[in-house]
């Protein structure tokens, strides 16, 4: 069974940076990964993904500010998020991915609180 594991998150002030880290166990093969948030009384939406092959793609509100990263020896996925905005501000999640579906049930997550 597939574990996710996020960190890294934490309260920084707008204009600020943070590494967000997902460990993922109980599987061969690192595919397709995905972060994704969810504010305070708003659904869950995908920010941004990572094939296998280290194809990325970002929701329009994070581009140029946030980079997904992997590393398949550590099964390990990366968020490095700079420029923060209030807007940021959300439990932040990994999952394995097909297309913009999770496949795997959810972690703790990680919280993101961006001040003003």
């Known amino acids: 069974q597939v574990q996710l594991v996020e960190s890294g998150g934490g309260l920084v002030q707008a204009g600020g940076s943070l590494r967000l880290s997902c460990v993922v166990s109980?599987?061969?093969?690192?595919?397709?990964m995905g972060w994704y948030r969810q504010a305070p009384g708003k659904q869950r939406e995908l920010v941004a993904t990572i094939t296998g092959g280290g194809t990325t793609d970002y929701t329009d509100s994070v581009k140029g500010r946030f980079t997904i990263s992997r590393d398949n020896v550590k099964n390990t996925v990366y968020l490095q998020m700079n420029s923060l905005k209030p807007e940021d501000t959300a439990d932040y999640y990994c999952?394995?991915?097909?297309?913009?579906?999770?496949?795997?049930?959810w972690g703790q997550g990680t919280q993101v609180t961006v001040s003003s």
């Open positions: 999952n394995v991915v097909a297309g913009s579906r999770p496949l795997a049930s």
């Open positions: 109980g599987i061969i093969r690192l595919n397709a």
